[in-house]
């Protein structure tokens, strides 16, 4: 029930900004969109969240389109330590359903 | 802030025994959650307190499934009797209306043996 859609994997070389695409195209006007990252055998940590305006914080930039129907999470200079699985979710009620997410490899 | 602790970190049971997760959530959040995630169907939400009290747990698997909140810092997941089958990484996570997402606690690495 995660009502995105995301590629299964992508690459990056490190250093230069990776661009992950998600599509939410039945999202409803006052569901915010988040994005959470799972790096192996950790649990998924929250990365940025946002509603209709474009989004920054010290980890990403979050992109979104101005209907709604989808978003990029861009991280401008993807480390090693970047790679990970990245979820993108609608919030529906109080309650994140992870979706399969992408998984980035950062390639040195 | 030490952040949601779980114990144990691992686990390894023999079928037909009772196994119990911990969790400590966040001081000060009041909604807790439990999931699920194994390769197969990836992270799921098992269940979900707010305020000490279960809102939804439609997402049990089973009746051998059973989940607590007795006070705001502590909460079990209970699986009585254990199958292989319920071999996952069971992660807790807690949030309040003022935090970002949900914080994720480091998960019990169950193995039913």
């Known amino acids: 029930d995660a009502k995105t859609t995301q590629p299964p994997s992508m690459d990056c070389a490190e250093g230069r900004a990776a661009n992950l695409p998600c599509n939410h195209s039945t999202i409803s006007g006052n569901e915010y969109v988040y994005w959470y990252r799972q790096i192996h055998s950790q649990g998924p940590q929250y990365i940025i969240h946002g509603l209709k305006n474009n989004e920054t914080n010290e980890m990403a930039s979050l992109i979104i389109t101005e209907d709604r129907k989808s978003s990029t999470l861009i991280l401008p200079h993807a480390t090693l330590r970047d790679t990970a699985v990245y979820y993108c979710?609608?919030?529906?009620?109080?309650?994140?359903?992870f979706g399969t997410g992408t998984s980035l490899t950062v390639i040195p | 802030d030490a952040g949601v602790i779980q114990s144990p970190r691992h686990e390894v049971t023999e079928m037909g025994q009772e196994v119990t997760l911990r969790c400590k959530p966040i001081s000060g959040h009041n909604s807790l959650f439990w999931y699920r995630q194994t390769m197969m169907r990836g992270l799921e939400l098992l269940i979900y307190?707010?305020?000490?009290?279960?809102?939804?747990d439609s997402g049990m698997p089973e009746d051998r499934f059973s989940a607590k909140m007795p006070n705001a810092s502590f909460s079990t997941l209970k699986i009585q009797p254990s199958e292989p089958r319920d071999s996952a990484v069971y992660f807790c996570a807690s949030s309040s209306r003022g935090s970002y997402g949900y914080t994720f606690g480091s998960g019990t690495r169950l193995t039913v043996v």
């Open positions: 979710i609608v919030l529906t009620g109080n309650q994140f359903y």
């Open positions: 307190f707010n305020n000490n009290v279960p809102i939804d």
